[in-house]
């Protein structure tokens, strides 16, 4: 039995992460690959607490990713040859995506970049950036 191709797939559901798809299911297609649909969820950084609120447990919002990753999928990776993975991961998102391919020795990565410059990039950081630095296997950065 021939051992299955893997390509990680991370998407935050946003219209710049959608950028990807034609290039995760030509990839997937071209190198016979299963495609590992990742998203990431973190606690929320509370940095002035309210007194009585209810703030989402990880729990809750593992659940909550999950349900948007089943959604995303079935909308947009169906029809592929091979089954499509879902796998929520927990942490800082360019680790974990980087451990994950690792993990399953992913044949690529294939995510979008949101194209944040300046300021923004100083403050929000790159996930796509430190994919690309850290990754052990090919990454394919797709512009929004």
């Known amino acids: 039995m021939a051992d299955t191709k893997s390509l990680v797939f991370p998407t935050?559901?946003?219209?710049?992460s959608r950028a990807a798809?034609?290039?995760?299911?030509?990839m997937a297609d071209t190198l016979g690959a299963t495609v590992h649909c990742v998203t990431c969820v973190h606690s929320p950084v509370i940095l002035q607490p309210t007194v009585g609120a209810v703030y989402p447990t990880m729990e809750d919002l593992r659940g909550e990713a999950e349900k948007r990753l089943d959604d995303f999928t079935r909308e947009y990776?169906?029809?592929?040859?091979?089954p499509v993975q879902r796998i929520v991961l927990s942490g800082r998102p360019a680790d974990e995506i980087v451990?994950?391919?690792?993990?399953?020795s992913a044949e690529?990565?294939?995510m979008a970049t949101h194209g944040h410059s300046g300021l923004a990039h100083i403050i929000i950081g790159s996930t796509t950036e430190n994919v690309l630095r850290h990754a052990k296997c090919p990454v394919l950065s797709i512009r929004a």
């Open 108 to 110: 690529m990565i294939v």
């Open 77 to 82: 990776l169906t029809g592929l040859a091979q």
């Open 99 to 104: 451990s994950y391919a690792a993990e399953i």
């Open 21 to 26: 798809l034609d290039w995760v299911k030509r």
């Open 12 to 16: 935050d559901f946003s219209e710049a």
